[in-house]
């Protein structure tokens, strides 16, 4: 975050952008009207992107009541309407690739719900600690590269609009404090980072017009990194419809925080926002061996690590988002709702000995059952 305030400080007055809010349209609602009333948010998501090689390793999902069932029809069930597929353009478990998002887009899109598709634009994790060029993309030029870029983007979205499963909503790279494709999008090069956004934004509009797409960053509790960074995306006429935030409350900051960022950057960019990743433990257990990201009894102040406090989160993170002035809180993705603790679906593709680390987190518990906070995220 050092470079992001520097860059904060050094970064010119601010351009303000009037853009009309583009229309995303809700798909089927299955959860039913949110308690209290009232049409529930436009997108109440799940990330699934381990849940193929989940399922390969015999990964079992169950509904609250302990009857097994196919994961993604639990998830619909109890009132998600959205998933949210990562894109690695070479991975070495052959995961998260295009012919593995086809597959599971295919079962989601059956089931009445949307799709959001994140590219990563790496051969693995691209995040604000690194954005890696995938290997084959080492070489290129610049030119090259944004041309690269416009290709994988195009050459996924048309392969799932030809199987009838065209996606709603696509990231154009993933969590992007300090750019994309190191050095050449890096954040201190606006106008190559521009660049390299725009061609993605073009690929996205050439498949499907009605696709929106989103900008997403992380620290979502961070308004004045928000602010830097969006500004200069106006300063350099980069395009999107969408502001997607992450938002994890034990590193992200306070709830408070967290709205009066997403009322800011809404009012001010004249834009609809999402949560693209959240999260927060139902227990400190663990059930892969390999210790867990968050291990704390209490993460965030008045949220334990139990069913009660991570189904108390959802709510109110679902409810933060509702209130965002002018109906512009589209909604939340909880990330990587099914990652269960099963051996070999690790967090590094390349080694299938490592453990998951999040499996605490889940929308399912250590019993494959789904658990509480499902359905109240669902029910907002």
């Not at 899109?109 to 994790?125: Q, R, T």
């Not at 992007?176 to 050449?184: A, E, F, K, S, T």
């Not at 990743?277 to 059930?287: M, R, S, V």
Request: hydrophobic share 40%; with cysteine; charged share 20%.
């Amino acid at each position: 975050m050092v470079r992001h305030l520097a860059a904060l400080l050094c970064a010119a007055t601010a351009l303000l952008v009037s853009l009309t809010t583009p229309s995303i349209a809700a798909v089927p609602d299955a959860g039913g009207r949110r308690p209290g009333g009232g049409p529930p948010l436009v997108i109440r998501g799940a990330d699934v992107s381990s849940l193929a090689k989940s399922e390969a390793l015999g990964g079992a999902y169950r509904y609250a009541n302990g009857r097994r069932g196919d994961a993604l029809a639990i998830l619909r069930h109890d009132g998600l309407n959205y998933i949210r597929l990562k894109v690695f353009v070479n991975p070495a478990d052959g995961y998260n690739s295009r012919s593995q998002v086809l597959a599971v887009a295919k079962r989601a899109k059956a089931l009445g719900m949307g799709l959001l598709v994140d590219f990563h634009y790496s051969d693995s994790w691209a995040d604000p600690g690194k954005q890696n060029k995938p290997a084959a993309w080492e070489s290129l030029s610049f030119d090259e590269l944004r041309q690269a870029l416009y290709d994988h983007t195009y050459d996924v979205l048309s392969a799932l609009k030809a199987q009838g499963t065209t996606a709603d909503m696509v990231q154009v790279g993933n969590e992007l404090n300090g750019g994309l494709l190191w050095p050449d999008g890096r954040w201190d090069n606006w106008p190559q980072l521009a660049a390299l956004l725009n061609a993605g934004y073009d690929a996205v509009k050439a498949v499907s017009g009605d696709t929106k797409v989103v900008l997403h960053l992380a620290n979502g509790g961070d308004n004045g990194l928000y602010r830097w960074w969006f500004d200069n995306a106006a300063a350099n006429g980069i395009r999107y419809d969408v502001i997607g935030l992450s938002y994890y409350p034990y590193w992200h900051g306070t709830l408070a925080a967290f709205q009066a960022n997403l009322n800011d950057v809404a009012a001010r960019y004249g834009k609809p926002v999402v949560v693209a990743e959240t999260a927060y433990p139902f227990t400190t257990g663990d059930d892969d061996g390999w210790e867990n990201t968050v291990t704390s009894a209490e993460p965030y102040p008045g949220y334990p690590a139990t069913p009660a406090g991570q189904a108390a989160f959802a709510r109110d993170l679902m409810n933060i988002v509702r209130a965002v002035p002018g109906g512009r809180g589209l909604g939340a993705f909880w990330w990587e709702a099914t990652w269960t603790g099963v051996k070999g679906n690790g967090w590094d593709p390349a080694d299938p000995a490592s453990g998951n680390a999040w499996e605490n987190q889940a929308l399912f518990g250590f019993d494959d059952r789904a658990l509480p906070a499902l359905r109240e995220f669902a029910r907002r």
